[in-house]
């Protein structure tokens, strides 16, 4: 049987920048799903044509490093939680492997769209300690610029850091990311996993893609899934977590999650 690994190395690869063009052509929906890497393995076995993977100083996975920021009593979280039509998420995200980092605002208006607005940072930015867990001082005029978080500004303070691997795909109507290893850690070291189990998003044109047709022929459906929500509430247990228990109970696991050592790094 053919694995994830072996295909995503098999694979003809595409660079950066001709992936960025592809997908800008097209407007796009996201639909996630939760499947384990043998599932996945075979959903891409049945795709008509094998898709490209992104490429970068010949690595195929990069690790990634978010931490989101929210309010003592968790006002982002609360907001998605009770599906409240206007709600913002605000994290910094460190390209571990490539270099870089950002700031980043998620906002969702009452019509029901999301718009996701990024200004980069340094690395030292995002990797020093601030006082009480508060924003990178360089990030405090970004993220006051919007309406929707110019008042949570000063309250924000580090409430999640979560740490993945992402591959990303390039199929003829879609662009693919496969998210790995992903572990949700607090301040206080507590922990929450997606143990066994890849989070698969696909952004397609309105219609379902290629790769959405063939998730659904193996079972797999579209899922209500956030990296930070559905961990904080597997941590925080006292927070309303509804929306998400369905995969609490069958993806999440709250502890330090023991992982195979993940691939080395050239340089590392």
């Given amino acids: 049987m053919t694995t994830w690994d072996a295909l995503r190395a098999a694979y003809a690869p595409v660079g950066l920048m001709e992936l960025d063009e592809t997908a800008s052509l097209q407007r796009r929906v996201d639909r996630k799903y939760l499947v384990t890497p043998a599932t996945w393995a075979e959903v891409l076995g049945d795709l008509a044509q094998a898709p490209r993977v992104l490429e970068i100083d010949e690595l195929r996975a990069f690790r990634?490093?978010?931490?989101?920021?929210?309010?003592?009593?968790?006002?982002?979280?609360r907001a998605a939680a009770h599906r409240r039509p206007r709600r913002y998420k605000v994290r910094t995200r460190r390209y571990v492997d490539t270099g870089g980092a950002s700031i980043e605002v998620?906002?969702?208006?009452?019509?029901?769209?999301?718009?996701?607005?990024r200004a980069w940072l340094t690395e030292q930015d995002v990797?020093?300690?601030h006082p009480?867990?508060?924003?990178?001082?360089?990030?405090?005029?970004?993220?006051?610029?919007?309406?929707?978080?110019?008042?949570?500004?000063?309250?924000?303070?580090?409430?999640?850091?979560?740490?993945?691997?992402?591959?990303?795909?390039?199929?003829?109507?879609?662009?693919?990311?496969?998210?790995?290893?992903?572990?949700?850690?607090?301040?206080?070291?507590a922990a929450a996993a997606f143990t066994h189990v890849l989070i698969v998003e696909t952004k397609s044109a309105?219609?379902?893609?290629?790769?959405?047709?063939?998730?659904?022929?193996?079972?797999?459906?579209?899922q209500k899934v956030s990296k930070y929500c559905t961990s904080l509430a597997a941590i925080e247990t006292s927070l309303p977590a509804n929306r998400w228990s369905r995969t609490l109970r069958?993806?999440?696991?709250?502890?330090?999650p023991v992982y195979p050592a993940a691939p080395a790094r050239a340089g590392a």
């Fill in 64 to 77: 990634y490093e978010s931490v989101y920021y929210d309010t003592p009593d968790r006002e982002s979280f």
């Fill in 106 to 117: 998620k906002l969702r208006s009452r019509t029901g769209d999301t718009v996701k607005h």
């Fill in 127 to 129: 990797t020093t300690p």
């Fill in 132 to 189: 009480g867990g508060s924003l990178p001082p360089a990030a405090w005029d970004f993220v006051a610029s919007f309406p929707h978080t110019a008042d949570a500004v000063g309250a924000l303070v580090t409430t999640l850091t979560t740490t993945y691997e992402r591959t990303t795909l390039l199929t003829d109507d879609a662009r693919v990311t496969v998210d790995e290893r992903v572990v949700g850690t607090s301040p206080t070291g």
């Fill in 206 to 222: 309105s219609r379902a893609g290629e790769v959405d047709r063939a998730l659904w022929r193996h079972g797999a459906r579209p």
């Fill in 250 to 256: 069958t993806h999440v696991q709250s502890a330090a």
